[in-house]
C-alpha cells in the first residue's frame, strides 16, 4: 500500500515540474521574441540557412568581366576557347585527299598543327589528360575510375573564368551515368564526370550540359570563355564514317562562327583524341603515346593555311589554354618537354577580356 499511495506522489509532483518548466520556456520565447522586433534584426535560424547555401557561380550565364592576364610564352590572351574533340583518326586519313573536304577546307582558314599525338590508348587517358594534365594511370575506358586530383576547372574558377561543358545525347545536366545509347552519349568521353571535385559539386554539374544549351548559348552570344565540346558516338566520328563526322563538323563550326560570341579573339581548336589503334607513337618526353593525329585551330589570331611540323600533344593544347590565361599548369602541361601552340598564331595583340 506504501508504493500504490508514493507513486501518484511521484506522478503529481513530475506534472508539476514540467508545467513549471513549460511557463519558463513559454517565457524565455516570448522575451526573444521581443527583442528580435525590437533590434530589427533577423532570427538567427534564418541567417544560418543563408550562410549555408552555395555560393553563386562567379560566370554563370553572364559573368561579370575582367581584365585577361597576357599570354605567356607568346600564346595570345583569348576571349574564348572551344575545344571540340573527334575521335580516332590518324593523320594520314584526315590528309588524305577527299577524304575529309570539309576539315581541308577549314585547315586552308586555320593554322594545323600536322604532328599532333595522343597521350595514350585507348579514349579515356586522352580525354583525361586535357582535363588534368595526366592518364592517371588509367589505361581502359573504365567507367568507375574516378579521379581525385586538381584540374583545369580548379583553375579557371579560381582566376573568375567562365566555363562550360557541352555533351551531345547528355540525358541531363549533370548526368553521371556512364553510357546512354539512345542518344549515342559516351561517358568514357566526358572527362568531367571522372573527378571526384566536379563530381561532388551541384554548382560544376550544371555546368556540365547538352547542345539544346549549345545552341541556346551560341545564338544568345552568352558562351563562356572555355566551351569543352563533345559531339555523340556518331558524330565524332566513332562510330560512323568520316564522312559523316566531317560533313558534321562543317555545320558546327558555321554555327559557331556565325554566333555573337565568337570575335577578333575567339578560338576553335579541333582535335583528335588518338590515332591508329595500332600506332604508339608520341611527341618528345611522351612515348609511349596513342598516336599521330591532328589539330586544327580556327581563329582571327591563327595563321591562315600554316602547317606545323613541331611535334605537340594534349599536354600542349592544355598548356596553351593556361598561358593564354596566365593559370598555373597541370601535371604534364609543365614539362620542360612540353610545348604550347605559339607557332600556329599571328604576333599577340593587345588583351582582352575573359567572359
Given at each position: 500500500?506504501?508504493?500504490?499511495?508514493?507513486r501518484?506522489?511521484?506522478?503529481?509532483?513530475?506534472r508539476?515540474?514540467?508545467?513549471?518548466?513549460?511557463?519558463?520556456?513559454?517565457?524565455?520565447?516570448?522575451?526573444?521574441?521581443?527583442?528580435?522586433?525590437?533590434?530589427?534584426?533577423?532570427?538567427?535560424?534564418?541567417?544560418?540557412?543563408?550562410?549555408?547555401?552555395?555560393?553563386p557561380?562567379r560566370?554563370?550565364?553572364?559573368?561579370?568581366?575582367?581584365?585577361?592576364?597576357?599570354?605567356?610564352e607568346?600564346v595570345?590572351?583569348f576571349?574564348?576557347?572551344?575545344?571540340?574533340?573527334?575521335?580516332?583518326?590518324?593523320?594520314?586519313?584526315?590528309?588524305?585527299?577527299?577524304r575529309?573536304?570539309r576539315?581541308?577546307?577549314l585547315?586552308?582558314?586555320?593554322?594545323?598543327?600536322?604532328r599532333?599525338?595522343?597521350?595514350?590508348?585507348?579514349?579515356?587517358?586522352?580525354?583525361?589528360?586535357?582535363?588534368?594534365?595526366?592518364?592517371?594511370?588509367?589505361?581502359s575506358?573504365?567507367?568507375?575510375?574516378?579521379?581525385?586530383?586538381?584540374n583545369?576547372v580548379?583553375?579557371?574558377?579560381?582566376?573568375?573564368?567562365?566555363?562550360?561543358?557541352?555533351?551531345e545525347?547528355?540525358p541531363?545536366?549533370?548526368?553521371?551515368?556512364?553510357?546512354?545509347?539512345?542518344t549515342?552519349?559516351?561517358?568514357?568521353?566526358?572527362p568531367?564526370?571522372?573527378?571526384?571535385?566536379?563530381?561532388?559539386?551541384?554548382?560544376?554539374?550544371?555546368?556540365?550540359?547538352?547542345f539544346?544549351?549549345?545552341?541556346q548559348?551560341?545564338?544568345?552570344?552568352?558562351?563562356?570563355?572555355?566551351?569543352?565540346?563533345?559531339?555523340?558516338?556518331?558524330?565524332?566520328?566513332h562510330d560512323?564514317?568520316?564522312?559523316?563526322?566531317?560533313?558534321?563538323?562543317?555545320?558546327?563550326v558555321?554555327?559557331?562562327?556565325?554566333?555573337?560570341?565568337?570575335?577578333?579573339?575567339?578560338?576553335?581548336?579541333?582535335?583528335?583524341?588518338?590515332?591508329?589503334?595500332?600506332?604508339?607513337?608520341?611527341?618528345?618526353?611522351?612515348?609511349?603515346?596513342?598516336?599521330?593525329?591532328?589539330l586544327?585551330?580556327?581563329?582571327?589570331?591563327?595563321?591562315?593555311?600554316?602547317?606545323?611540323?613541331?611535334?605537340?600533344?594534349?599536354?600542349?593544347?592544355?598548356?596553351?589554354?593556361?598561358?593564354?590565361?596566365?593559370?598555373?599548369?597541370?601535371?604534364?602541361?609543365a614539362?620542360?618537354?612540353?610545348?604550347?601552340?605559339?607557332?600556329?598564331f599571328?604576333?599577340?595583340?593587345?588583351?582582352?577580356?575573359?567572359?
Amino acid at each position: 500500500m506504501r508504493l500504490h499511495r508514493f507513486r501518484p506522489r511521484l506522478v503529481a509532483g513530475g506534472r508539476r515540474r514540467r508545467a513549471r518548466r513549460a511557463a519558463l520556456l513559454l517565457v524565455a520565447a516570448l522575451a526573444l521574441l521581443a527583442g528580435c522586433a525590437s533590434s530589427g534584426k533577423a532570427p538567427a535560424p534564418r541567417i544560418a540557412r543563408e550562410e549555408a547555401r552555395p555560393l553563386p557561380v562567379r560566370a554563370d550565364p553572364a559573368p561579370a568581366e575582367r581584365p585577361a592576364p597576357a599570354g605567356r610564352e607568346g600564346v595570345p590572351s583569348f576571349s574564348h576557347v572551344i575545344v571540340l574533340v573527334m575521335e580516332n583518326e590518324p593523320a594520314s586519313a584526315l590528309l588524305a585527299p577527299g577524304r575529309a573536304p570539309r576539315l581541308q577546307q577549314l585547315m586552308r582558314r586555320g593554322a594545323t598543327a600536322v604532328r599532333y599525338y595522343g597521350v595514350a590508348h585507348p579514349s579515356l587517358p586522352n580525354y583525361l589528360a586535357l582535363l588534368g594534365g595526366s592518364t592517371f594511370g588509367v589505361h581502359s575506358d573504365c567507367w568507375f575510375c574516378y579521379v581525385d586530383a586538381p584540374n583545369l576547372v580548379d583553375r579557371l574558377e579560381a582566376a573568375g573564368i567562365s566555363w562550360k561543358a557541352y555533351m551531345e545525347g547528355l540525358p541531363s545536366p549533370g548526368w553521371l551515368g556512364p553510357w546512354y545509347p539512345p542518344t549515342r552519349y559516351a561517358g568514357k568521353h566526358d572527362p568531367f564526370r571522372y573527378f571526384q571535385d566536379i563530381r561532388r559539386s551541384p554548382a560544376r554539374l550544371r555546368r556540365i550540359v547538352g547542345f539544346d544549351r549549345l545552341a541556346q548559348d551560341l545564338r544568345s552570344g552568352r558562351l563562356p570563355a572555355f566551351a569543352f565540346v563533345v559531339p555523340d558516338l556518331c558524330h565524332d566520328g566513332h562510330d560512323c564514317p568520316l564522312a559523316q563526322a566531317d560533313a558534321w563538323l562543317g555545320g558546327f563550326v558555321r554555327q559557331v562562327e556565325s554566333s555573337p560570341a565568337w570575335d577578333a579573339r575567339s578560338v576553335l581548336f579541333i582535335v583528335w583524341d588518338e590515332g591508329a589503334g595500332g600506332d604508339a607513337s608520341g611527341a618528345p618526353g611522351l612515348t609511349p603515346g596513342g598516336g599521330r593525329t591532328l589539330l586544327v585551330a580556327l581563329s582571327p589570331l591563327a595563321r591562315a593555311g600554316y602547317r606545323s611540323q613541331i611535334p605537340f600533344s594534349h599536354a600542349s593544347l592544355l598548356r596553351t589554354v593556361e598561358d593564354a590565361w596566365g593559370l598555373p599548369r597541370l601535371g604534364l602541361s609543365a614539362s620542360p618537354a612540353v610545348r604550347p601552340l605559339t607557332p600556329l598564331f599571328k604576333a599577340e595583340a593587345p588583351a582582352a577580356s575573359a567572359k
